[in-house]
């Protein structure tokens, strides 16, 4: 891990060897939203549905493919899937592929997005460190 007063880096390891489900808010110290990644095994889903009272999740699927199920509806999802979930809603996901699916999500409250990329960063000149 790496951190500096205005920043944190922590690692999850390569995807390939990954399980089971790690939250990385604590580790990071993010205040605007939580991250979490996850896999599934082939044929797993998630052992309960759940919603949310406040927060809206987007799941971004890494690899493998699988089925996402928001309330009633159901649809396929694979490598490249984006999916946003409103708050009250129930929600699962399962991996149908016969590798595993790897996924991230990332929680924040539903609305709070005020700016983003085109009206809230700036471009600057600096010398590069890299
Ligand atoms: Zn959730």
Redesign the pocket.
Known sequence: MDKGARYAHVSVGSFDRFEGKQFVKEATGATSCEISFGTLASGAAVPFF???KA?E?NYIILSGAGRFQVDGDVFDIAEGSVVR?STACD?NIKCTSAEPMTYI?I?AKEGSLGDYTMTDAEIHERESLL
Do not use: A, D, K, M
Request: proline share 0%.
């Open positions: 759940h919603s949310h927060n999740e979930v929600r999500c929680q």
